[in-house]
């Protein structure tokens, strides 16, 4: 079984500061950890995944996550908010060890960047 | 932007209306996706398909049909739409890579009257 979770719906930070949106995750075997990002009106566009090797995963416009292992946790993380960062964030998990291709997707963070 | 297309980006029918949404990739990709969303909020699998003639129910119970003839095609079908069906619809589509990350088509906002 896979699960992941968003603790928050929403997180506000002021343009120029750092910010984390979180997720943890609960899968039988290793995870395979995505990010993607939803603007209005559009799909989700891929930011970044977890396979193996390096904590630190960097990604699309200025976003990384962090793996942690022992906290089951893969917060999505930037040095300096732009507002135009201002959309939803899904954390997405899929367990390597099973043969289904299809991930578990969390609720969902909204993300408000302001100027 | 992944190369995969959805139309109609918005339609507003009647109830009881046969409509069929539209999905094409040009990344060759064997797995195709469809999931409902309603605005803001989370994702509802409905349907996949591991590849051509392959088709599977999702996790949320649909009145809905996918069809896969072709690779690059994979389209969803309502026989009578309702109400309950407005939504918006997200095809996806991933690849070979083991990881398998999706890549999103841009929607299409469903509102039956």
């Known amino acids: 079984a896979q699960s992941v979770a968003q603790p928050e719906d929403q997180v506000n930070v002021a343009e120029g500061n750092p910010l984390t949106v979180k997720c943890t995750y609960s899968v039988s075997g290793n995870p395979y950890l995505f990010w993607y990002v939803q603007y209005p009106n559009r799909g989700l566009q891929f930011l970044l995944k977890?396979?193996?090797?390096?904590?630190l995963v960097k990604g699309s416009y200025g976003f990384e996550a962090e793996f942690n292992k022992s906290q089951t946790s893969f917060h999505l993380k930037k040095p300096s908010a732009l507002v135009s960062d201002s959309a939803l964030y899904f954390c997405a998990v899929r367990d390597r060890s099973g043969g289904s291709y299809i991930p578990t997707f969390g609720r969902g963070t909204s993300l408000i960047v302001h100027p | 932007e992944a190369d995969i297309y959805q139309t109609p980006r918005y339609l507003v029918i009647g109830t009881g209306k046969k409509i069929t949404l539209e999905c094409s990739q040009t990344m060759g990709h064997d797995k195709m996706y469809w999931y409902q969303q309603d605005p803001g909020m989370e994702l509802h699998l409905i349907h996949y398909?591991?590849?051509?003639?392959?088709?599977e129910k999702g996790d949320l119970s649909s009145e809905s049909t996918v069809s896969r003839i072709r690779t690059e095609h994979f389209p969803l079908t309502l026989e009578s739409a309702r109400p309950s069906h407005t939504s918006q619809y997200l095809c996806a589509s991933s690849g070979p890579s083991g990881s398998g990350e999706q890549f999103f088509g841009p929607g299409t906002r469903l509102t039956v009257l």
């Open positions: 398909s591991y590849g051509v003639n392959s088709t």
């Open positions: 977890y396979i193996t090797g390096d904590n």
